[in-house]
């Protein structure tokens, strides 16, 4: 339906029009609570048999709407309902239970102007109907001429079609005075169920928090399995080129490959299981490699394909147990990250050196990862760069514990260097 006719009977009119007669049912307990209570202030008598007494009734109730709406889950409801009935878009409506006394107290309003609203537009859907249609057969129908239905006038022979007139012009001014509210609604909604200042800022963190964990789970997979295909590849091509020469040294190769693969599988269904069931604590979860706990499979798996010399001194303790949890976890995928970086980029012999030390600056301790090795020829291996997508993520971890890192040429080499201060880790 279109034009005038749509808006007044299309089907968003009509879903507006079911929405305010939902209002006034959800009226009805605060009315007949409030109807018992003007009746035994009149004096003990049926507040439903006198029309003033039922309009103080009606006026009495709408105070207790507006208490009750004070409460959260009123928000969530009305906006749902709007919604789905009102055509009012779902970006202009906020989510969730109200937080603040303001948001409680908009849709405190909003609670009254639907039920208030919708408590008259129920009752004269109710009553104009049946009235209009007795008025429009009335001088067609000699039994109702003769009944005592008050309208005996219309019957006269001066203008016998006057009653129908009438009778239509109720229906048509019910049509308007139901789509005026609906439209009076759908116009308030967004002022009154719309979000806060509060809404937004909660809103733009849960955002923020959802873009970190979606950031740090990208991170998890460029750097496991990005490593992992590098490794392979690096570990697939010395196979296939010793497999004659030396058995032996293709069968570890292989054998590297398959633990690397094994491992990334591992790890790979650790960070998907994250994506979807959204709990970074879930009991089955792979733990994430550390220093401590994983280096050493790490060095033997790089160096399957290529020559790895690493110097560690980690400190008082002799091992890398003593290093903060965080602070392993991210030093072991910079180190990986790093070395996919001589895998894919480098040629001949890397040099990794993992020490802890005093920290220039603050005394306090400090990881310090520097690894070096020389760039491919020009036309072997992958263009290289200064800020690829691993080490700009390399980078983040290193910010997120106040450390840094840079890579990039060095003299004749290239050269990635990572501090990481030790100061307050969590273990």
């Known amino acids: 339906m279109r034009g005038a006719p749509g808006r007044l009977l299309g089907a968003r009119a009509r879903l507006r029009w079911i929405h305010l007669i939902l209002g006034g049912a959800l009226l ?3 009315f007949l609570l409030a109807q018992v209570g003007v009746g035994m202030a009149a004096g003990g008598v049926n507040a439903l048999n006198s029309f003033p007494l039922a309009l103080a ?6 105070p207790v709407v507006a208490v009750t709406a004070v409460f959260g889950l009123v928000r969530p409801l009305s906006v749902a309902a709007v919604r789905a009935m009102c055509g009012v878009p779902g970006e202009r409506l906020a989510e969730g239970p109200a937080r603040s006394w303001a948001a409680r107290g908009r849709a405190s309003a909003w609670w009254t102007l639907h039920l208030g609203v919708g408590a008259v537009v129920s009752a004269l859907t109710l009553a104009v109907p049946p009235w209009a249609a007795v008025l ?9 001429q003769d009944a005592e239905l008050g309208v005996g006038w219309f019957t006269t022979e001066a203008d016998p079609y006057v009653a129908p007139l009438l009778g239509i012009a109720l229906l048509g001014a019910l049509v308007l005075c139901a789509a005026g509210a609906g439209a009076l609604l759908a116009r308030m909604a967004p002022v009154l169920l719309g979000p806060t200042a509060a809404d937004r800022l909660a809103a733009a963190e849960e955002r923020a928090a959802d873009l970190a964990v979606r950031n740090r789970l ?10 992992a295909l590098s490794a392979v590849t690096l570990q697939a091509v010395a196979a296939r080129r010793m497999l004659e020469r ?4 293709a069968r570890e190769a292989l054998a590297a490959i398959e633990d690397t693969t094994r ?3 591992g790890e790979l269904d650790a960070v998907l299981g994250l994506l979807r069931d959204g709990d970074p604590a879930r009991p089955d979860a792979a733990p994430a490699p550390t220093l401590a706990a994983d280096l050493d499979g790490l060095l033997a798996r790089t160096r399957a394909g290529t020559t790895v010399t690493a110097h560690q001194d980690p400190g008082p303790g002799g091992d890398w147990a003593g290093l903060p949890a965080i602070a392993s976890r991210e030093a072991y995928r910079i180190v990986q990250e790093g070395l996919s970086n001589a895998l894919r980029h480098g040629t001949g012999p890397v040099d990794l050196r993992i020490l802890v030390r005093a920290g220039h600056e603050s005394g306090h301790r400090e990881l ?6 020389t760039p491919a020829p020009p036309g072997e291996g992958e263009t290289r760069t200064t800020g690829g997508r691993g080490l700009h993520g390399s980078a983040e971890r290193a910010a997120l514990l106040g450390g840094s890192v840079e890579a990039g040429p060095y003299e004749d080499l290239w050269r990635l260097r990572a501090v990481l201060p030790l100061a307050g880790g969590d273990r």
């Open 368 to 373: 310090e990862i520097t690894m070096t090795n």
């Open 57 to 62: 009734a009606y006026a009495a109730a709408l």
């Open 28 to 30: 009805m307990p605060y």
């Open 136 to 144: 429009i057969v009335l001088p067609f129908v000699s039994g109702l």
């Open 218 to 227: 990208a991170r998890e997979l460029h750097d496991a399995v990005g490593h």
């Open 246 to 249: 030396d058995p032996e040294f």
């Open 263 to 265: 491992r990334t599988v």
